[in-house]
């Protein structure tokens, strides 16, 4: 049930808002993830690449949501210059849809509040501090 005041309202349910609305609800907040697509994680926009090291400390790392992994990386720029990139370790390609869906479902889990098809709008004002949201829902206008 969505209520309409919370500590902290996280807009966009990537993989920053699920690990930080997460991290959020775990140190006691309340809190709503509003995501505008049907669900997190598609359409994907990524070349899905990421070193074990960026990854680790937010989640544990996970078969179902990696295609490969990676050694090493070569980076091509456009005046045809190429260099390798070695990460310290290893980097994977991630299966990003599963991988933000895992990541949304742990925030759920965690206690955050999840509306999807929701767009925000705009911040509300109160004496120079943002108080709160607008954002549309099935062509209605909520403030939270
Ligand atoms: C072509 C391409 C290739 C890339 N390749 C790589 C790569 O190989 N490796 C890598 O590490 N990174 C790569 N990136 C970058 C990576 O995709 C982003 O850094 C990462 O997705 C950022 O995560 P995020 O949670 O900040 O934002 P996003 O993943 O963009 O998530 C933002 C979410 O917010 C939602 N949203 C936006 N506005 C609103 C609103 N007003 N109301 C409600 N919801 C909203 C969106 O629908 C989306 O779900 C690539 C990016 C692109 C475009």
Redesign the pocket.
Same mark, same amino acid.
């Given at each position: 049930m969505v209520k309409d005041k919370y500590d902290v309202v996280v807009? $966009? @349910? $990537? %993989? @920053? $808002?699920s690990v930080t609305s997460r991290f959020a609800a775990e140190n006691g907040a309340s809190v709503l993830m +509003? *995501?505008?697509?049907r669900e %997190?994680g598609i359409p994907v926009?990524? @070349? *899905?690449?990421?070193s074990h090291r $960026?990854i680790a400390p937010f989640i544990e790392i996970d078969k179902r949501w990696i295609a490969n992994q990676i050694d090493v990386a070569k980076l091509h720029a456009p005046n045809g210059e190429s260099a390798y990139m070695y990460n310290n370790g290893t980097g994977y390609v991630l299966e990003r849809r599963i991988f &933000?869906t895992v990541l949304c479902d742990l925030a759920v889990k965690r206690g955050v509040h999840l509306v999807t098809k @929701? &767009?925000? +709008?705009d911040s509300v004002w109160d004496n120079n501090k943002i108080a709160g949201i607008k954002?549309k829902y099935f062509g209605e206008i909520r403030t939270v």
């Open positions: 807009i $966009g @349910a $990537g %993989p @920053a $808002g +509003l *995501e505008r697509d %997190p926009r990524c @070349a *899905e690449g990421v $960026g &933000d @929701a &767009d925000a +709008l954002y």
